[in-house]
């Protein structure tokens, strides 16, 4: 069973960037597919990025699309969300998830998640 671990979260001015870092342990970080997910006060849960566990093919919630970059390093066991050029209705807490086998971008799909780390951005 894999643990995960999100950091990199904080207060960052709109256009600005920011790269959130989540780290595994208790498994093999490379048989999984990871997920960054994002929860807004008083809305549900949303997908944000997914990246197979080669990473070799991503997807991208049109929100984000073009501004957001998802990568991972199995070797670190470490995967990434670069967000640049952010906007203040990008604040949330973000958490990254795991499964098993292909992407998904539905949250009942992710068995593993982190305890999430705060992301605002100021306009």
């Known amino acids: 069973q894999v643990q995960l671990v999100e950091s990199g979260g904080g207060l960052v001015q709109a256009g600005g960037s920011l790269r959130l870092s989540c780290v595994a342990s208790g498994g093999t970080f490379s048989r999984y597919t990871l997920g960054w997910f994002r929860q807004a006060p008083g809305k549900e849960r949303e997908f944000v990025a997914a990246?197979?566990?080669?990473?070799?093919?991503?997807s991208y919630a049109d929100s984000v699309k073009g501004r957001f970059t998802i990568f991972r390093n199995n070797a670190k066991n470490t995967g990434y969300l670069q967000m640049s050029s952010p906007k203040p209705e990008d604040t949330a807490v973000y958490y990254c998830?795991?499964?098993?086998?292909?992407?998904?971008?539905?949250?009942?799909?992710?068995?593993?998640w982190g305890q999430g780390t705060q992301v605002t951005v100021s306009s």
């Open positions: 998830a795991a499964r098993l086998w292909s992407r998904s971008t539905s949250v009942y799909d992710y068995p593993y």
């Open positions: 990246i197979t566990w080669s990473g070799d093919s991503t």
